[in-house]
């Protein structure tokens, strides 16, 4: 028995497929569905998050700087509320395999420990840049090849 990986490389993604191949090359074994691995080449993005506090002079606690991607990157902040509030952000590019669904940026805002994001932001792949705005809270990320957010 011997392995053979086949490894695809394009601008967007690498694709990898395993099969276990028989003395006589037959195939063994394989992912049954012909489905292989891909890895997808990540956009990076930069983020603020702006959290409305009234028991601040500001009124506003910002939070920049923050780097992450479009692979299913996230980051966490924990505001100086009283209590804090936790918040969670995780951006997702959502390449579905077929039909009639389109590709998208995905931006879902959830506080700790909620099962459901509190919100989401859907936009085209390739947008410069995706927010959202609710209940005292905005948050946006701009990727590292748009223009910068001016906060």
């Known amino acids: ?3 053979r990986d086949t490894i695809t490389l394009t601008a967007d993604s690498m694709t990898t497929q395993t099969e276990i191949l028989a003395e006589d090359s037959s195939v063994l074994m394989a992912n049954e569905l012909g489905i292989a691995e891909v890895a997808r080449k990540a956009r990076g993005f930069t983020c603020m998050i702006l ?3 009234p028991s601040l002079d500001a009124r506003f606690e910002r939070y920049a700087g923050i780097r992450t991607h479009d692979q299913g990157g996230t980051f966490d902040i924990s505001t100086q509320h009283n209590p804090p509030k936790d918040l969670h952000v995780r951006l997702l ?13 995905i931006m879902q805002l959830t506080e700790k420990n909620d099962l459901f994001p509190t919100a989401m932001a859907f936009v085209a792949p390739d947008a410069p840049r995706v927010a959202i705005s609710i209940a005292g809270v905005e948050a946006n990320c701009t990727a ?3 223009e910068a957010a001016r906060f």
Do not use: F, V
């Open 93 to 105: 590019k959502i390449i579905p395999p077929a039909g009639p669904s389109r590709h998208t940026l």
């Open 1 to 3: 028995m011997r392995l």
């Open 144 to 146: 590292e090849d748009g």
């Open 51 to 53: 959290a409305q506090n």
